[in-house]
């Protein structure tokens, strides 16, 4: 069916149209590249906004599209547990099969997310970069996954549970890559304070909401952004109040959960399942 849509498109876009297919999950097999190229292909023809590939093995290269027939117009991507052959070069392959249009791009438990900037075209709608549930990615795989000037609309970046060390180092990747993000989570990462003689970051002057739960902090970090609209302090382990000087100007500012108020705050932290995550 798939060759057959590909030979001779036209017969089956009015049919795909009629299905009015809006989500769609792939996942649980091996699949050629030359396969999913071709899904992406008749999927071009559909009304499909969401997709979503899981625990997938993607083997071979996948092939550039014909001009003449641009894929689905996603506004999200969602990837989870899927490995290509052709390591993180993945990406650019799969944007050439996708039209501008995608707002929102999950990634969780990639085999590489170290993107050849190069062949990586900008995503002019993307305002939703989630690349929780890396644990291996680290600040210098986030430095190489954020290539510059490929997100210029970014707002919300999501970093839980993705291998991050401290804030500041975290800071130098967004600086690096010029990206403005307006939220950002670090929350679910096992943080600690920023080393003594470490270069002091500019924070991206657009950043208004920054989330540090669950981060096993036993004190605020240094060099947090000047100002914020939204600080998430909460399930940590601080003994005592923050001090006034210790803190950046915040309108919200969230501390429950932690010892000095709550003695139960710790037992209940190193619950998984009363924290929210769930053990591998």
Known sequence: ??????????????MLKALRLRRLTV??????????????????FSRLKELTLEDLEVTGQVPPPLQETPGPALTTLRLRNVSWATGGAWLGELQQWLQPSLKVLKVAQAS????????????????????????GLGERGLTAALCPRKFPALEDLALRNAGME??????????????????????HNSLRATAAGARECVWPAALSSLNLSFAE?????????????????????LNRAPRPEELPAVDDLTLEGNPYMDPEALQHQEDPMASGVVPP
């Open 1 to 14: 069916l798939l060759k057959s849509a590909s030979a001779n498109p036209k017969q089956y876009a009015d």
């Open 27 to 44: 996942g649980a097999a091996r699949v050629p590249a030359q396969i999913l190229a071709l899904v992406l292909h008749a999927l071009g």
């Open 112 to 135: 590489s997310l170290a993107f050849p900037c190069a062949q990586l075209r900008a995503f002019p709608a993307l305002t939703t970069l989630d690349l929780s549930d890396n644990p």
């Open 166 to 187: 401290t804030p500041s180092g975290v800071c130098a990747a967004l600086a690096g890559a010029g990206v403005q993000p307006h939220r950002l989570d670090l929350s």
């Open 217 to 237: 902090l036993e004190q605020v970090p240094k060099g947090l952004p000047p100002k914020l609209t939204v600080l998430d302090l909460s399930c940590n382990k």
